[in-house]
């Protein structure tokens, strides 16, 4: 698990169980905000067979993200 903090959000990478595997996500939260994190899936083509692959996948997209729009938005570099 990575974390990544922005002027009013913090970001962390995450793995999502579902049908078929695991998807890599970014769960994003406002900071010093109560409540549930938003989880935004990326690479949403592929699946993982096991957690630990989900996460470092998320974890490798999170360094991408350069913010976090003021709706809670991922924003990318471009490649």
Do not use: C, N, W
């Amino acid at each position: 698990m990575a974390r990544k903090q922005f002027q009013h959000h913090e970001a962390v990478s995450a793995a999502v169980p579902g049908e078929g595997g695991y998807s890599a996500a970014i769960a994003v939260k406002g900071l010093g905000a109560g409540g549930a994190p938003t989880f935004h899936r990326v690479l949403q083509e592929q699946k993982f067979t096991t957690a630990l692959a989900a996460d470092q996948a998320a974890v490798d997209e999170l360094e991408r993200l350069i913010d976090v729009t003021s709706e809670g938005e991922l924003m990318f570099a471009q490649d």
